[in-house]
């Protein structure tokens, strides 16, 4: 059974780093048929991917966000890491981990996705 | 950039059938999937590869994909379909994977 669990801070200052994890059972990281992707969703809003990384530890960031995100993984762990620096309140949102499904290259889809966290910024 | 551009509603009685399109250029060329997102839930993958249904998806859903359009079509639609729905095209030129979303409301 696959299953991806998102866990971080509730709650975050503005200017503060966000760091949040993903904790993935049922596939390994190793799998080069699969990856993890950060996506996001503010209230009432659509979803925004944020950021990928495979097995070869490729990544790959939004461009918007490119120079607040970090994200890395840790396969004996089963966990992937999500960075974003100097948060505001326009970050405001669930933010969701996602199984990315390589079944030919260049197209990706998710199949399975966590239940999401809020992520609240306030001072 | 690719941009995927959804309606922001759909409207269908119940019993009817819904089509919720996905526009984008050449999109036809592309592979789409659509995702359903319930209030309060993670969204769920419904369609893949523009018309294959994952294990446990109704066949009353299914997906076509040509020109300019891909379109998700739901079939004997129950109140249970009340949902968000977004298509998602990954592609290199865009770090957009996904349209903006359609609220499907059941009369």
């Known amino acids: 059974q696959v299953t991806l669990k998102e866990s971080g801070p509730v709650l975050v200052k503005p200017t503060e780093t966000l760091t949040l994890t993903c904790t993935v059972s049922g596939f390994s990281l190793s799998n080069a048929r699969m990856g993890v992707s950060w996506i996001r969703q503010p209230p009432g809003k659509a979803l925004e991917w944020l950021a990928h990384?495979?097995?070869?530890?490729?990544?790959s960031y939004s461009t918007s966000l490119k120079s607040r995100l970090t994200i890395s993984k840790d396969t004996s762990k089963s966990q992937v890491v999500l960075t974003m620096t100097n948060m505001d309140p326009v970050d405001t949102a669930t933010y969701y981990c996602?199984?990315?499904?390589?079944?030919?290259?260049?197209?990706?889809?998710?199949?399975?996705w966590g239940q999401g966290t809020l992520v609240t910024v306030s001072s | 950039s690719y941009v995927l551009t959804q309606p922001p509603s759909v409207s269908v009685a119940p019993g009817k059938t819904a089509r919720i399109t996905c526009g984008g250029n050449n999109i036809g060329s592309k592979s789409v999937h659509w995702y359903q997102q319930k209030p309060g839930q993670a969204p769920v993958l419904v369609i893949y590869?523009?018309?294959d249904r994952p294990s446990g998806i109704p066949e009353r859903f299914s997906g076509s994909n040509s020109g300019n359009t891909a379109t998700l079509t739901i079939s004997r639609v129950e109140a249970g379909d009340e949902a968000d729905y977004y298509c998602q095209v990954w592609d290199s030129s865009s770090d957009h994977p996904f349209g903006g979303g359609t609220k499907l409301t059941v009369l």
């Open positions: 990384i495979f097995s070869n530890d490729e990544k």
């Open positions: 590869y523009d018309s």
């Open positions: 996602a199984r990315i499904r390589i079944a030919v290259a260049g197209v990706y889809y998710f199949d399975y």
